[in-house]
């Protein structure tokens, strides 16, 4: 997959986040957006997930040779954000279900060992709003990267985990990841040290 912006820039009413974004993003790469708090990472990555519509500028979206229109890249991507919460009501087992109801497999995977994964073998029946936040983040994590999707955009992935959690991520990312494009937000090394290349919000004010 391959993703180009084209003089892209964001505002929220008359505040302009970035402007002027000329990049591109390839399959088989890993890319950090970077920035201060409140530089507009999250923002950025929302309009790279089409959720967001750029103020200015074009985005576009190549599977192979053909183009993907903004409204369908979603079934291409799978996402973790802090911002994007679990449904808390749901058991392990159910969540699973409900979101492989939706995007397919890696192929790796089944419900089976995507908890083995988890290390979440004696939760597989807890409703997840009693799962600890750094829980939470994992399964949003292996929901993210058990998914058969070419485009994987993580916000602070690292966020709630403690060493062991980091190193999981990590082992993840380094698994996970071939032949997919990985964008990945963050200000904290040690979550995007793998990632080839940078792109700093601060560059685009
Ligand atoms: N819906 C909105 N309406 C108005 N302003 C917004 C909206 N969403 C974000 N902003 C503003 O846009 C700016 C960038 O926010 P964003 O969340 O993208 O930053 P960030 O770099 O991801 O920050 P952090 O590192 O703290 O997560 C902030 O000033 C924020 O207040």
């Not at 999250?42 to 192979?64: A, D, F, P, R």
């Not at 058991?91 to 979101?99: K, R, Y």
């Amino acid at each position: 997959m391959k993703i180009s912006l084209e003089h892209i820039g964001r505002r929220f009413n008359r505040e302009w986040i970035f402007r002027d974004i000329n990049y591109e993003f390839g399959s088989g790469n890993s890319y950090a957006i970077l920035g201060a708090n409140g530089a507009g990472k999250s923002t950025l990555l929302q309009v790279i997930s089409g959720s967001l519509s750029s103020s200015e500028g074009k985005i576009s979206y190549l599977k192979g040779d053909k183009v993907i229109d903004q409204e369908k890249v979603f079934i291409n991507l799978s996402m973790a954000a802090p911002y994007l919460e679990l449904i808390e009501e749901f058991t392990l087992t159910e969540l699973i279900d409900f979101h492989f109801r939706f995007k397919k497999y890696h192929k790796d995977f089944d419900r089976k060992s995507v908890i083995e994964l988890l290390g979440l073998k004696n939760s597989e029946f807890k409703a997840i709003k009693y799962f600890s936040s750094g829980m939470k983040q994992r399964v949003k994590l292996a929901l993210a990267f058990c998914s058969d999707t070419d485009l994987l955009l993580l916000d602070e992935p690292a966020s709630n985990l403690d060493q062991q959690g980091l190193e999981w991520y990590l082992s993840l990312a380094s698994n996970l990841s071939s032949d997919r494009l990985v964008i990945i937000c963050s200000n904290q090394e040690q979550e995007y040290s793998f990632c080839r290349n940078r792109l700093n919000i601060a560059d685009y004010k």
